[in-house]
């Protein structure tokens, strides 16, 4: 039951961001460089968006178990499209709507040279020390986000055929994260 309400603890302290921080959004600035750029770095950016969430498709065949087998298709494929919908609107805005914040606020634009996660610090300034244990609940999200994954590398491994299957799944699980770790 537990897990089930696991995602309110970041849901709240995007919020509390998203409160704390908007006053130092760009919303009027125009985009610089050339029309076409503009354009492609625009359209680019939805892959990106696409190719972040489609890592949790394999995760179906792990947790849709759960749903009785009368469920229909049309459900699970709901289901599974707002949450993720949701939860990477919400996430994007949050990044898109600090970045914003760099042309108009030094501080924030010295946090960015520092690191991103210096720049979800920095949004939170104004709420002192509550905003860094907010910090801190982000991060522990970010960890708890890729237990999901990591448990699912193993089919995903395993899918690539006989040989791979006869490999234990703790095995691949262990070679994901040693490339996701690698890889960060």
Excluded at 153 to 181: C, H, S
Aim: aromatic letters at 14%; charged letters at 10%; a positive charge.
């Amino acid at each position: 039951m537990l897990p089930r309400f696991a995602f309110l603890p970041q849901l709240i302290v995007i919020c509390v961001l998203f409160g704390v921080s908007a006053k130092h959004y760009d919303l009027s600035t125009p985009s610089a460089g050339d029309t076409r750029t503009v354009i492609g770095n625009r359209l680019s950016f939805f892959p990106i968006c696409l190719s972040s969430a489609i890592t949790y498709s394999p995760l179906a065949a792990d947790f849709f178990v759960y749903y009785p087998p009368s469920t229909p298709k049309i459900v699970s494929f709901g289901l599974t499209v707002a949450g993720l919908s949701i939860s990477f609107t919400i996430a994007y805005l949050a990044g898109i709507g600090l970045a914003s914040g760099l042309t108009n606020n030094a501080s924030y634009l010295e946090a960015w040279n520092a690191g991103e996660g210096a720049l979800i610090v920095e949004g939170f300034r104004p709420v002192g020390g509550f905003g860094k244990f907010c910090s801190v609940v982000i991060a522990l999200g970010l960890i708890s986000n890729a237990i999901a994954p990591t448990y699912s590398t193993g089919i995903d491994f395993q899918i690539l055929g006989r040989y791979a299957e006869k490999v234990p799944r703790i095995v691949w699980n262990t070679v994901g994260a040693i490339i996701y770790a690698v890889c960060a």
